[in-house]
Structures are given as C-alpha cells and as structure tokens.
C-alpha cells in the first residue's frame, strides 16, 4: 500500500525558507494529486496546496504568495518550500494523497515532521 | 473560504457509550464532506468521505450521515481506542477547510 514519508530541517530561522520533502513509497506519484497540510501544537489543520503529477498546483489563497510545491517523478518524490517564515509558521507538516477520485479526501497521510521556527 | 464549525468542542464519554459529533458548513456542501481521525501525536487517519462511505478497514460503529450544511459523526458503541481528537473537512471547493476539531476524552 501506499506510504508517504517526510523528511527535512526540524529548525529553520525567522525569515528564511522551510523545504520539506515528501517520499512515496508502494505507488507511483504519476497519478492523483499530493497535497502538503499542517497543524500547529495544539490547534486544528490548514491545507497549504497541492501537486499533480503533470505538475499544475493550486496553493491555498492565505499562504500563495510564499508556497512552491514541485515534485521529481524520478525520486517518486514531491517537495514544499515556504519562504520568509515567522513563528506563526511553527507546526507538524504533513505530505497526503488528495484522492480525487469522487469526494476528494486525504489519504493516506505521513506521519508528520515538526519545523519550529526560531532564531 | 467555506468556514466549518464542529459541535462540541471536547467530550467527555465512557466505553461503550454512543456519541454523535456535529459539523456545520458556513454554506451547502452537498455531501462533499470527510471525517478524520487524530490520536495523540499521529497523523490524521480517513474514516468518513463523502458525508457516509465507510473508509475501507474502519470499524462498523463509525458512520457519518447529512447533507447541505449540517452533518453528523456517530460512534455507536465508543472502544477504548476511540479516544481521540475529530475533525471533519469540506472538499466542495478550494481551498479544503477543516473544522477546529473535537476532543473526545474518556470520562
């Protein structure tokens, strides 16, 4: 089955850019979208955007301006790099699978990598 | 952005009690509506899409029902396991909302 890994700094400082790599492993990537989400401690979940395999995206409006997201079919792979973060951009990062197929839905997910950002 | 508001906020419930989780869209949503399911310190796990299909290999006591605005999350007989953190998502338009989550504590 398919399973996604995260991987990447767990600290960046105030102002620079966050890049996180998402790994999939047990499918290939050339097919459904792949979406970054994060939650910071303790509050609730904020879809950042997602990648189709022929690499069109769509970001979240909040967030546009600072968010790429590209892949590498050749490394089964797809990344996020966020710039000019602040704390408020302190959270556990998810990769997902954004099922598109009927009802789009998340699943599965990564398990997750914390990024705190701090001087 | 569609605002989804989750009632309650925190619950408290005993084994083998049944509950039912509120979702309200700030519009229609037809049934384009998901659950999730986040245990401390993991990831988000599906049980719900579209307002009532069962993801594969979750337990028959969760089901989902509603359509439009309104939507509900009933587990008919709550197992330890259970305890956890809910949120429901919409995913009738872009970008994807979640609702602020419901914590189910065991009483």
């Known amino acids: 089955q398919v399973q996604l890994q995260e991987s990447g700094p767990g600290l960046v400082k105030p102002s620079e850019t966050l890049s996180l790599t998402c790994t999939v492993s047990?499918?290939?990537?050339?097919?459904?979208?792949w979406s970054w989400i994060r939650q910071p401690p303790g509050k609730g979940l904020e879809w950042i955007g997602y990648i189709y395999y022929s690499g069109s995206t769509n970001y979240n409006p909040s967030l546009k301006s600072r968010v790429i997201i590209s892949e590498d079919t050749s490394k089964n792979q797809f990344a996020l790099n966020l710039s000019s973060v602040t704390a408020a951009d302190t959270a556990v990062y998810y990769c997902?699978?954004?099922?598109?197929?009927?009802?789009?839905?998340?699943?599965?997910w990564g398990q997750g990598t914390l990024v705190t950002v701090s001087s | 952005d569609i605002q989804m508001t989750q009632s309650p906020s925190s619950l408290s419930a005993s084994v083998g009690d049944r509950v039912t989780i509120t979702c309200r869209a700030s519009?229609?949503?037809?049934?384009?509506l998901n659950w999730y399911q986040q245990r401390p310190g993991k990831a988000p796990k599906l049980l719900i899409y579209?307002?009532?299909s069962l993801q594969s290999g979750v337990p028959s006591r969760f089901s989902g029902s509603g359509s439009g605005t309104d939507f509900t999350l009933t587990i008919s007989s709550l197992q330890p396991e259970d305890f956890a953190s809910y949120y429901c998502?919409?995913?009738?338009?872009?970008?994807?909302?979640f609702g602020q989550g419901t914590t189910l504590e065991i009483k």
């Open positions: 047990g499918g290939s990537i050339n097919s459904y979208y």
């Open positions: 579209a307002a009532s």
């Open positions: 519009q229609s949503i037809s049934s384009y």
């Open positions: 998502q919409q995913s009738y338009s872009t970008p994807p909302t």
């Open positions: 997902a699978r954004h099922n598109s197929n009927g009802t789009p839905r998340f699943d599965p």
